[in-house]
């Protein structure tokens, strides 16, 4: 008698029928990309992930909770860093430009949510690099990231630093004019 006790989900390649290694972007026989319309949703589930956090927050009126913001960004760096990178084409492209969008909107009242999205940038353009070296979908991308990083992004702190040495260059000239 055979054991045809089926583990897990086999999946097969839509072009060739070959068995699919699980996260895969392309058939490793004949070359097929995976494409999913519904695979494009990871910026969407993080967006209702961020938005929930601000939910429960924007009732409490709790003494607690008079450091609001503080809370809600410490929750959402959290959601933003434990999120999983997609994996497909599409999805990976899509969830990569809106971690740059984000992370150069941040406001300053989102000050605390610079660092991750840029760190999940950065985690994003690896995978890119590693999924897709060649792929010309993701070359804009990839001289983008180059780009972003000759750019010197300044804070508030540095912007108040900067500030004070030009107050003290001004008053320096002021005083050896008089």
Known sequence: MENNIKYGNVNKCPQCGAPVEPMAVKCSMCGYEFRNVEALRSSQILAEKLEAVNAAYR??????????????QSE?????????????????L??????????????????GL????????D????KCK????????FQGVFEQYEKDKKKIKLGPMQYMLIG??????????????V
């Not at 590693?130 to 979908?137: I, T």
């Open 59 to 72: 009732d409490k009126k709790d003494n607690m909770f008079e450091n609001r913001a503080y809370y809600i």
């Open 94 to 111: 899509d969830f990569c430009l809106n971690m740059r969008a984000r992370w150069n909107t941040v406001t300053y009242a989102e000050g």
């Open 130 to 137: 590693l999924l897709f070296p060649n792929d010309p979908m």
């Open 164 to 177: 004070i040495i030009v107050m003290i260059f001004l008053l320096f000239l002021l005083v050896k004019c």
């Open 76 to 92: 959402q760096a959290t959601i933003i860093r434990n999120f999983p990178v997609p994996t497909t084409k599409e999805d990976l």
């Open 123 to 126: 985690e994003c353009i690896s």
């Open 114 to 121: 610079r660092a991750p999205f840029k760190s999940k940038y």
